[in-house]
């Protein structure tokens, strides 16, 4: 890890603590723990720190051991915690995260884009000016026979001026609910035959074409499928654990309590809201 060569075995020892050893599996294993906090240096520096931090760390924790803090019951009370969450990480890595293949995303992938409603989107162009009266004095010339491209470049005060008020293509939701409105209600060639005004100012509309919107490539939404998948995953784990062992609320007012908080997050992931409580440690 510190430069050590291609060969260097966990059993490596880098440095030495008091009696105890820090080896080449001590420092990948507090790399997965400690790597994050120093993201901002250089991949040299930072292996360096994860290595100065080890060595607090194993400091302190002699120390503390000398001094018995780990016969306190807080102390122990929260080793026990630590130890239930590693090992539950590890079943759900071991179980859940490691068994997710390219062809299980894939397949959920498929199954949400034949699941989507075809959306219609539209390319348009607009021109934006200050007042109605210049917007009404766009319309006019472009009644005359002027170019929207040529008027766009000359008059719109918008940064798609320089574009011919090239906007691309946008579906519903994307713009504000005034230009959308207008926007959706020409057919492709036409333009607004009356100002739109917005908080921006004063739009002319074109329509260049309509089309349904296409999916997004399965590469660019590869990640956010996974975590979905890893989430269900996660869920169907946990709940067959709980139902083989039984959970017991000693009172039923917090059992209620804590299954309508179950439902509502499980809910709201279905739903793509609020997602449900993420594996402790993922």
């Known amino acids: 890890m510190l430069g050590a060569p291609a060969h260097a075995a966990d059993s490596d020892v880098v440095a030495t603590i008091g009696s105890e050893k820090i080896t080449e599996g001590d420092l990948s294993q507090a790399g997965g723990e400690l790597e994050q906090q120093f993201q901002q240096l250089p991949p040299e520096q930072r292996k360096l720190a994860i290595l100065s931090a080890l060595i607090d760390i194993k400091s302190l924790a002699q120390e503390a051991a000398k001094a018995k803090l780990d016969k306190d019951p807080a102390v122990q009370s929260r080793l026990a915690f630590l130890r239930e969450r590693t090992l539950h990480n590890a079943f759900f890595e071991k179980n859940g995260v490691a068994t997710v293949t390219d062809a299980e995303l894939k397949a959920r992938y498929d199954k ?111 990640e956010q499928v996974r975590q979905v998948v890893m989430r269900e995953k996660y869920m169907q784990i946990v709940q067959k654990a709980r139902d083989e062992l039984k959970v017991v609320y000693v009172d039923p007012k917090v059992k209620a309590q804590v299954e309508s908080l179950e439902k509502q997050a499980a809910s709201g992931a279905a739903a793509g809201a609020a997602p449900a409580p993420a594996p402790a440690g993922q």
């Open 112 to 222: 949400e884009v034949a699941a989507m409603k075809p959306v219609d989107e539209i390319h348009a162009r607009h021109i934006l000016v200050k007042t109605k009266e210049e917007a009404d004095a766009v319309i006019k010339q472009l009644e005359g026979g002027a170019d929207f491209v040529k008027l766009a470049s000359e008059k719109s005060s918008g940064p798609s001026g320089s574009e011919g008020g090239d906007l691309g293509f946008f579906g519903p939701g994307q713009m504000v609910p005034e230009f959308e409105k207008a926007a959706f209600a020409l057919k492709p060639g036409e333009y607004t035959k009356t100002p739109v005004q917005t908080q921006f100012g004063w739009h002319v509309i074109k329509v260049e074409e309509k089309r349904k919107a296409e999916a997004p490539a399965f590469d660019t939404v590869k």
